[in-house]
């Protein structure tokens, strides 16, 4: 059974950094693209980064310079290192494999 688990999540000041983390119990960890969403009170899941197998990386334009998505594969951990954090990127963020989810984990931001 997939599990994906994020935890890192909590209170930052705006302007200020947090790391998010992601553990993948799944036996195919290492052969997927991993990406982490997010999703704001009342708005749509939006997807934030992706890391392909390879290590590619991709950002929505919102983030690019600011957020840092990175892998362990002998931990079976994604990361998400989030720097100069704007009120705007306050939500849930889930980490994400094919059609695995997990729970997620809150960042709000202090202003």
């Known amino acids: 059974q997939v599990q994906l688990v994020e935890s890192g999540g909590g209170l930052v000041q705006a302007g200020g950094s947090l790391r998010l983390s992601c553990i993948d119990s799944?036996?195919?960890?290492?052969?997927?693209?991993l990406g982490w969403y997010r999703q704001a009170p009342g708005k749509q899941r939006e997807w934030v980064a992706i890391?392909?197998?390879?290590?590619?990386?991709n950002y929505r334009d919102s983030v690019k310079g600011r957020f840092t998505i990175s892998r362990d594969n002998a931990k079976n951990t994604v990361y998400l290192q989030m720097n100069s954090v704007k009120p705007e990127d306050a939500g849930v963020y889930y980490c994400?494999?094919?059609?695995?989810w997990g729970k997620g984990t809150l960042v709000t931001v202090s202003s």
């Open positions: 994400n494999r094919g059609s695995a």
């Open positions: 890391i392909t197998m390879r290590g590619n990386t």
């Open positions: 799944g036996t195919i960890f290492r052969i997927n693209a």
